[in-house]
């Protein structure tokens, strides 16, 4: 073989190890755009998570502030929607202490802190006569009686 063969050779094992290579860079791109794709979609996937995390800590702390008869039932949307608005947005609010020290607390966090500091409103509550106030199974006073 002269040396003009075995250039040309060369070219064709050459070319056919390019083809090779060029294969293997398209699957390898194919694997990685999958692979991008299936992070995307785990990400998705944990921030709707989240969010609905978020909404069910949300409902369970209005639950316990209806509980506790800080809130009434009639504001469950309202207030829920304030603190979704709230945790959307960014920064948080300083507050001072007597000391000279402040503290950062979160808008959200802030607005549940302040209806928890509601005072109790009692209308979610049994309402019972007072104790004393009638004869016992429940009878009618004799003192009303006599009016009737």
């Known amino acids: 073989m002269n040396e003009l063969e075995q250039a040309r050779a060369r070219v064709r094992e ?4 390019n083809a090779k290579l060029k294969a293997q860079v398209a699957e390898l791109e194919g694997q990685s755009k999958a ?3 299936a992070s995307a979609a785990a990400e998705k996937a944990f921030a709707d998570y989240r969010i609905e995390e978020a909404g069910r800590g949300r409902e369970k702390r ?3 502030l209806v509980k506790a008869g800080r809130a009434l039932p009639g504001e469950k949307a309202k ?3 304030f603190a979704e608005a709230l945790a959307a947005s960014t920064g948080d609010l300083e507050f001072a202490s007597s000391d000279g020290q402040t503290v950062k607390v ?4 802030a607005y549940w802190r302040e209806l928890e500091a509601r005072p109790e409103n009692g209308l979610c509550q049994e309402f019972a006569a007072p104790a004393g106030s009638g004869a016992s199974g429940g009878a009618v006073p004799a003192d009303l009686a006599k009016h009737v």
């Not at 050459?14 to 190890?17: G, M």
């Open 62 to 64: 209005f639950a316990e």
């Open 106 to 109: 979160a808008k959200e966090e």
């Open 79 to 81: 207030t829920l929607a």
């Open 35 to 37: 692979a991008k794709d």
């Open 14 to 17: 050459l070319e056919a190890e």
